[in-house]
C-alpha cells in the first residue's frame, strides 16, 4: 500500500458520509485492484490518478498469507485474492461472500500441491489419477 493510503474502513466512513451529505444511497463504489508482483504494483500505482483515493487492509491482516504457493517476504503481505476478501469484508460484504473467496484460494493451494504430487494443506480431496 502507498504511504498516503488510509485505512478501507476509515474511507467507508468518509463514503458514507458523502452519501449522507449528498442525500443519495446510490453512490457506486468502484474498487481497482492491481495484481502483479510488489514491485510491479508499486510501479503501477504511480499511473492511476492522484485523485483517486488509496486504500490499504494492514490492520485487517491477522496472519500469514493462505497463499502457500509463494514465500511473501513479511507476515504482513497477501495475496491478491486474500486482498479482495479482506476489502470486501472492510466495505461490509457478507463473510459468507468473503468466504467463498477464501474456499476458492484454498482449493487452488490444495490444487496445485496435488499436481505436485505434494500433501494438501486445507483438506480438499482430488482423484486419483
Known amino acids: 500500500p502507498s504511504q498516503d493510503s488510509i485505512p478501507i474502513e476509515n474511507f467507508m466512513n468518509i463514503h458514507d458520509n458523502i452519501n449522507t451529505i449528498n442525500n443519495s444511497n446510490n ?3 468502484i474498487i481497482c485492484v492491481i495484481d502483479s508482483t510488489w514491485s510491479q504494483s508499486q ?3 504511480e499511473i ?3 485523485h483517486i483515493p488509496r486504500v490499504n487492509i494492514n490492520n485487517m491482516i491477522t496472519g500469514p498469507s493462505l497463499f502457500l504457493n ?3 517476504s513479511t507476515k504482513s503481505k497477501v495475496s491478491t485474492i486474500e486482498a479482495i476478501a479482506y476489502a470486501l469484508s472492510g466495505i461490509g460484504e457478507s463473510n459468507e461472500s468473503v468466504q467463498l473467496l477464501i474456499e476458492s484460494l484454498q482449493l487452488s493451494v490444495d490444487a496445485l500441491l496435488n499436481q505436485g504430487g505434494r500433501n494438501t494443506v486445507y483438506g480438499n ?3 486419483s489419477t
Open 48 to 50: 492511476i490518478p492522484k
Open 70 to 72: 509463494r514465500q511473501q
Open 43 to 45: 510501479s503501477m500505482a
Open 27 to 29: 453512490e457506486k463504489l
Open 125 to 127: 480431496s482430488f482423484p
